[in-house]
């Protein structure tokens, strides 16, 4: 497969089912971001998090690939994977059992620690920008609503994620100072 096709060098992209869209539309903006927290989340796998969080990292972002697919299909398709209840409910069990192991926060906290814990923080806040572009999205073309519900999920499986990864690496969650 080659890797360029010279079919986006005029600000255009095709989506599945070959329609063209400009690669600032919002479908593109949406699918687009999804791929860059998918990317945040390698690099904090590339910070070695321990094996655990590491096989549940390496799910989410097998689970991004299928977010990005059905954002750029937005045309019914028995070929594309869609986003299901199942990927929102794993998100929910890991959550869970991350959590049995923290403590309950009374403060806010910054986003830092471990470098793991940081890039989880970064993919958090990246998850929540395309989430916010799927909700802009969803206002003028038709979204899968489990996406949305994916999506706000996942960024709560970032953030217990990053606290857990402190946790288990001994490391104390940074406080906010309130001035």
């Known amino acids: 497969m080659k890797i360029y096709t010279r079919t986006g060098d005029n600000g255009e992209t095709g989506l599945f089912g070959g329609q063209r869209v400009r690669k600032d539309d919002l479908r593109v903006q949406a699918y687009g971001t999804a791929d860059e927290c998918n990317a945040?989340?390698?690099?904090?796998?590339?910070a070695g998090p321990d094996p655990a969080l590491d096989a549940a990292l390496a799910v989410v972002q097998n689970q991004l690939f299928v977010v990005g697919a059905d954002l750029a299909s937005p045309e019914e398709s028995p070929y594309i994977p869609r986003v299901t209840a199942e990927m929102t409910a794993f998100l929910e069990a890991q959550i869970d059992a991350m959590e049995s192991e923290l403590a309950p926060l009374k403060q806010f906290i910054l986003p830092g620690?471990?470098?793991?814990?940081?890039?989880l923080h970064l993919a958090r806040t990246i998850c929540r920008r395309a989430?916010?572009?799927?909700?802009?999205?969803?206002?003028?073309?038709?979204?899968?609503?489990?996406?949305?519900?994916?999506?706000?999920?996942?960024?709560d499986f970032l953030f217990v994620a990053?606290?857990?990864?402190?946790?288990?690496?001994?490391?104390?969650?940074?406080?906010?100072?309130?001035?």
């Open 40 to 46: 945040a989340i390698g690099v904090a796998r590339a």
């Open 113 to 119: 620690g471990t470098a793991v814990a940081a890039y």
């Open 131 to 155: 989430e916010r572009v799927v909700v802009t999205l969803a206002a003028e073309e038709p979204v899968a609503a489990e996406i949305l519900t994916y999506l706000n999920r996942l960024s």
């Open 162 to 179: 990053a606290r857990v990864a402190n946790a288990r690496a001994g490391v104390v969650d940074v406080p906010w100072q309130k001035p």
